[in-house]
């Protein structure tokens, strides 16, 4: 399972990118599990990074999945219409 840090904001999205695909390469399963229950203050890059790591997943042939979405990032993905495009566990 790879992790979201404690930030995410448009500052930390490059970086949070590059480590969630450095741990893809690491992912032997089917699915990816991305957790995001330490996430406490994030923008929408946050959901930037999520969409641009799901296409990551699917590259590689792997289901995406995020694990403890804070309430308010799902109601801004629900706003953005994405939220069918973050599946949760």
């Known amino acids: 399972m790879l992790s979201l840090p404690d ?3 448009h500052a930390h999205a490059t970086a949070c990118l590059n480590t969630l695909t450095t741990g893809l390469r690491h992912e032997s399963a089917a699915q ?3 957790d995001a229950a330490l996430l406490r203050s994030f923008d929408s890059s946050a959901l930037a990074v999520l969409l641009e790591f799901r296409r990551e997943c699917a590259r590689a042939g792997k289901q995406f999945v995020v694990k403890g979405l804070p309430d308010r990032l799902r109601e801004l993905a629900a706003l953005y219409g ?7 566990t």
């Open 82 to 88: 994405i939220e069918k495009l973050l599946p949760s």
């Open 32 to 34: 990816v599990v991305v």
């Open 7 to 9: 930030t995410l904001t």
